[in-house]
């Protein structure tokens, strides 16, 4: 089945550094990503869509400049939270789908737990 | 985005059966609904999807309503292992990848 990837599983950054995650789909070509954040007890926020080749589609509210999304191959897209800070600590999800033949759902990630100190 | 509405918690015991509900009174006929649920500290988990007619899988059933503006997720057997978040999403019927927007979803507690 489809597989997506996502590394660091956890990472502790110092506040006012950047830190990089990245999603990488393993078995399928995803020329759409997404990028989720959520918060303890809540549920997942939609970030933003991640488009091979082409600028991110972020959703109301998402500083475009903060999150840095970077999809720069069909199996690799990246999200850099820029000049980090506490409230960004967060659990960031990632997501993919081998849209077409064969469709079972959307894949996601892990996650990756950020803690901002 | 259509909106769907699910109780935020439910209850069930080991080895019954389990029936999830979702409203999705402004549903579209292009929408399809789809089901994901979500462990602990762990990313969404794909659980089934269906446009009109009922659907079934290894791990659940869903059942339509039909005029379409509810559905239910039935787990025939629980186990404890069933016990996450389960999220009923509204995804639109076209070309490529479509996003997903959560809702709150319910929370599923399994009692031994």
């Known amino acids: 089945g489809a597989v997506v990837s996502q590394h660091p599983s956890r990472v502790i950054c110092k506040s006012g550094t950047s830190v990089k995650i990245e999603c990488r789909s393993l078995d399928f070509q995803a020329t759409t990503m997404f990028w989720y954040r959520q918060f303890p007890k809540q549920s997942l926020m939609l970030m933003a869509t991640?488009?091979?080749?082409?600028?991110?589609t972020y959703e109301q509210g998402v500083e475009k400049d903060k999150f840095l999304i970077n999809h720069a191959s069909l199996t690799l897209s990246t999200l850099t939270v820029t000049s980090a800070h506490p409230e960004d600590s967060s659990f960031y999800i990632c997501s993919a789908t081998p849209w077409g033949e064969g469709f079972y759902g959307y894949t996601f990630g892990s996650g990756t737990r950020l803690t901002v100190v | 985005d259509a909106k769907t509405t699910q109780p935020n918690s439910m209850e069930s015991n080991e080895e019954e059966p389990v029936h999830l509900p979702c409203n999705h009174s402004t549903i579209s006929g292009t929408d399809y609904i789809h089901w994901y649920r979500q462990l602990p500290s762990q990313g969404p988990e794909y659980v089934i999807h269906?446009?009109?007619s009922n659907v079934n899988n290894r791990m659940a059933s869903l059942a339509i309503a039909e005029d379409r503006k509810s559905s239910t997720l039935i787990l025939h057997r629980a186990t404890l292992r069933d016990a996450a978040v389960y999220y009923c999403?509204?995804?639109?019927?076209?070309?490529?990848?479509?996003?997903?927007?959560f809702g709150q979803g319910t929370r599923l507690t399994i009692n031994p």
């Open positions: 269906g446009l009109t």
């Open positions: 991640s488009n091979e080749g082409s600028k991110a």
């Open positions: 999403i509204l995804r639109e019927r076209a070309q490529g990848a479509q996003k997903l927007v």
